[in-house]
């Protein structure tokens, strides 16, 4: 079967030429739209280190100084800590936690370095409020040999105690046994200063879009804002829906959650929350341009298959005549047919790969958004590595293509398979 295979797109070189070159121009086009929206599937698809099905994010605001209404004898202080004892108070809210200016797939963050001995690594730190239960309430798993979060949420911290992640741990200590071992910075014109490790806990994703990112938890001192909006974090209860919830909370914020000049104003669940994220960014319309783009060029690329087969049908058929009337099958002919595109399809698509690894090796893959930003945790992905990536997306690109060129193959070949010998061969 495949001697013949190969010997039939020999000796229809000229015609399968064209064929081919078209396959290797597709073939790039489909890897420059393919390997953004693959790189991006895989990153929007890791899990993102903690809980998101029952948490959302509550909004305070406060009146401006001249409203009439607003209360310059009201304490911002008091209000605050009111509004957030009474969204616990809710019978489906099992944590309400204030939230610093620096968490969890917000938009502000920050990065710095940490330092042993001569080793130096980039970090991006997020705030939390001691004895607030934020490691429970954004469900935070620690790692073997850590205190658990409860102990995490109600231990005492000094000003030099910080929390970091996995990835971080193992990269300078054995195993990731960090827990009372010491970083320390050496900032320009200061002393140097010592940094305890308290606990370590799952690697996390800073925003949708990154990868798990080198994170520091580090304590704050909660300050009531008085100019700014104040953020809650709330852990429903099992079983509660969010949307349920959702529901029910709208009129539970506007008649309860009012205190001096503050009161709540919004309440966006997580998963909300990151789907927006993955839309402002780009992701999502990068997906669904490029994810439009392949589709119009496959299909263009399936029609010009079919099309190129069936203005052959007429050669074809009295070839398909000829192998019936020596015994062939219907679906010896198919096969044949299937085999000769196959081939084809293999060649073209390692050509191809082979012209965009020279683009490649020059100005590289796609790597995702954010890294210039974030400093990433040093957790290896397929798409991370040069080889990997390539290799992987290029497997993809020829299972597309060649499930397209099959089925572009299919439909006439099956039609010139069960020709009649006698119709096939009148005009021969």
């Keep these: 079967m495949w001697k013949l295979i ?23 086009v489909t890897w420059v739209i393919i390997d953004p929206v693959v790189v991006l599937w895989h990153d929007t698809s890791l899990p993102m280190g903690y809980d998101i099905d029952r948490i959302c994010k509550v909004e305070l605001a406060s ?3 001249m409203a009439k209404d607003y209360d310059r004898t009201a304490s911002d202080a008091d209000a605050q800590a009111l509004l957030i004892d009474k969204m616990r108070m809710h019978p489906s809210v099992a944590i309400a936690c204030p939230l610093g200016n620096k968490y969890l797939s917000s938009r502000g963050y920050s990065s710095g370095s940490l330092q042993i001995d001569t080793t130096l690594f980039r970090v991006s730190f997020v ?54 071992k010491t970083f320390f910075n050496a900032w320009e014109g200061r002393d140097t200063t010592f940094i305890r490790i308290r606990g370590v806990v799952e690697d996390v994703r800073l925003r949708p879009t990154y990868r798990a990112a080198s994170v520091v938890f580090t304590p704050s001192t909660y300050r009531p804002s008085r100019g700014n ?5 709330l852990r429903l209860k099992p079983d509660i829906s969010m949307q349920a919830f959702l529901n029910d909370f709208q009129s539970y914020m506007e008649k309860e959650l009012r205190a001096g000049n503050w009161s709540a104003i919004s309440a966006t669940p997580y998963e909300t929350m990151i789907s927006n994220q993955e839309y402002t960014s780009g992701a999502t319309n990068t997906i669904r341009l490029n994810v439009a783009l392949a589709v119009f060029f496959l299909v263009n690329l399936c029609l010009g298959v079919i099309g190129t087969f069936w203005l052959q049908t007429r050669k074809r058929s009295e070839e398909a005549g000829i192998m019936r009337s020596f015994g062939a099958t219907p679906r010896h002919v198919l096969l044949m047919l299937l085999g000769e595109g196959t081939v084809l399809t293999v060649i073209s698509v390692l050509s191809g790969c082979f012209l965009y690894l020279q683009y490649a090796m020059s100005e590289g893959l796609f790597q995702g958004y954010g890294l210039e930003k974030v400093p990433e945790a040093m957790i290896s992905h397929w798409v991370t590595g040069f080889g990997t990536h390539f290799i992987g997306v290029s497997g993809i690109v020829l299972a597309i293509i060649l499930l397209v060129v099959l089925v572009g193959i299919y439909i006439p070949g099956r039609n010139i398979s069960r020709v009649n010998p006698v119709d096939a061969l009148r005009d021969e």
């Design 6 to 28: 190969l010997k039939n797109i020999w000796s229809r070189r000229k015609q399968n030429g064209w064929l081919l070159a078209e396959l290797v121009v597709v073939t790039v």
């Design 127 to 180: 705030d939390f409020y001691p004895q607030t239960d934020f490691f429970r309430a954004y469900g935070i798993k620690p790692i073997k040999g850590s205190p658990s979060v409860t102990e995490l949420d109600s231990l005492t911290y000094g000003s030099n105690d910080i929390i970091i992640t996995r990835s971080l741990a193992e990269a300078f200590f054995p195993e990731g046994q960090a827990v009372g």
């Design 63 to 65: 009146k401006l100084p």
């Design 229 to 233: 909006n104040v953020h809650v974090l």
